[in-house]
């Protein structure tokens, strides 16, 4: 299977942070979620990503190609969505066909019509009178109609209800089937991710702290709640991070199957995408 992005020790400097040395690759036909507090460095990893900010070192190859020597290429074949809206406020829905049909080679007006109406946008009402909720939708109806391979979406499902959230998922999920479409999708709404995403990567004050399948993830995580004797006495190497509470100690443990054969009497809960970013990003280290 080849991947649709892959990442590698991509940096990047701002006075107050720094993305470093991430890694990741989503292979063609699947969904990544891209999980990390604010501030974790998702969007700066994105824009870097796609050149919008440049980078200070790394290499970003879509679709196994540089994006310096194929930019017309690359960006024809993928749909952007940003969690603010990038059309200007006094165009209406029908502008933006006229300017996106113009950029976009392969630019579908009969189906970007068929996605406002699905959507519910009006065509003629200019975009400063929409919702947050409406632009959302534009912005991921516009990146649907030019038949792009790739979706990047920065948190496209915020500041929708669940049933326009669900209904939008279902699209995502419809857009993959053919397994030559990919999508990359950052999200706070973890509850998205547990239904459509197939790999995940966290992210933490601009590092990569985990990248692998969801199912994967799921098999080897494990939440086990002890007292902080019982904490005192585990193996280091059998955990990732741990919180103390006003009961004990939550700890977030690897290899689930061989810890709970070691330590039989224990209980060791699933995990959720949600309960691994908490760990993560909140869970101390020894
Ligand atoms: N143009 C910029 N100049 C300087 N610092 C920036 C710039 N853009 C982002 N940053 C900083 O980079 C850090 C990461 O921001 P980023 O927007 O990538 O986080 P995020 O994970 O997308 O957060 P959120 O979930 O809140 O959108 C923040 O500390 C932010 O202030």
Known sequence: MSDAICVHELCKEYPDFSLQNVSFCLPKGSIMGFIGENGAGKTTTIKTMLGIAKKTSGS????????????????????????????????????????????????DDPLYIKYLKQFDLPEKKKIKEYSRGMKMKLGIAA?????????????????????????????????IQDEEHSILLSSHITSDLDKIADYLTFIHEGKIVLSKSKDEILEDLGILKCSLEEFGALDKTSFITYRKNQFGCEVLIKDKMNFISRHPDMIVDPVSTESVMVFYARGKTV
């Open 60 to 107: 970003v190859k879509l679709f196994g190609l540089d994006l310096a020597d194929h930019e017309k290429e690359i960006k024809n074949r993928i749909g952007v969505v940003f969690d603010e809206c990038s059309f200007h406020d006094t165009l209406t829905a029908l502008d933006v066909a006229k300017i996106l049909g113009k950029i976009y080679a392969d630019w």
């Open 143 to 175: 990146a649907l109609s030019h038949h792009p391979d790739l979706l990047i979406l920065d948190e496209p499902t915020s500041g929708l209800d669940p049933v326009i959230r669900e209904e939008i998922l279902d699209i995502f999920l419809e857009f």
